[in-house]
């Protein structure tokens, strides 16, 4: 190999040691970088206690997902909200399940008739489970005051208004009468598999459960048996 050919095989490793030495200082770099501007969250356990346990017996049989908005505000009639209102507007999105509590169910509700027939009567059908998705739901806006400390108790208290208007709409949109059609779909589905030819279900007897939304007429209190016939 000549000379120049040396140096120059001398200068292209230099410089590509320089560049990668380089690269490593700029990836390092970099990295500190982000790490001194990226925003970290951590979420420590502090206690998780068990504080009660229940024998549950309940069918779960409807459910619905509902969105609610609303907004809460706290305000003073002699001083403008820009100095020392808080005002907190939350998009909450949440599930509401409906069905019967089977452990209400007593052994005078259920008999045999004298073609066979069996009749049951079912306990009312009722909201078992509502709850917000935390990961829909969310603070749109929040307005706090020039000379005001923000509220950390607001976003609690919308959040318990918005889970009680969730669970009010599914009760207006019909979410127990479906939810007691569907328990006598499945009960009576289930009674055909231990071989009860038929089933009816006795509702002239039953009271609406949620005073704020009466059930429908297909399932309310003047409503006719419902008689299930079994497989031919």
Known sequence: ?????????????????????????????????????????????????????????????????????????????????????????????????????????????VRREADGTLVMRLPPPMVLVTRLDNRESRVITRKTGLLRRADVGLEGRVR???EGGIRSEAVRRGILPLAARNAEAKLAAFLHTLGATRVRFDNTAMPASDATTPMSPASGPNAPPVTMPGPN
Request: hydrophobic content about 50%.
């Open 1 to 109: 190999m000549s000379r120049r050919s040396l140096w120059l095989a001398i200068a292209v490793a230099t410089l590509l040691v320089f560049g990668a030495v380089a690269w490593l200082i700029w990836r390092d770099t970099t990295r500190r970088v982000e790490a001194l501007t990226t925003r970290r969250e951590q979420i420590v356990p502090l206690a998780t206690v068990v504080t009660r346990i229940r024998d549950l017996s309940r069918l779960e049989t409807a459910t619905m997902h509902v969105v609610h908005v609303s907004t809460i505000t706290q305000s003073y009639k002699l001083i403008p909200d820009a100095i020392a209102g808080d005002e907190l507007t939350f998009f909450a999105a949440g599930d509401v399940i409906a069905g019967v509590d089977l452990a209400q169910l007593r052994e005078s509700d």
């Open 160 to 162: 318990q208004y918005a």
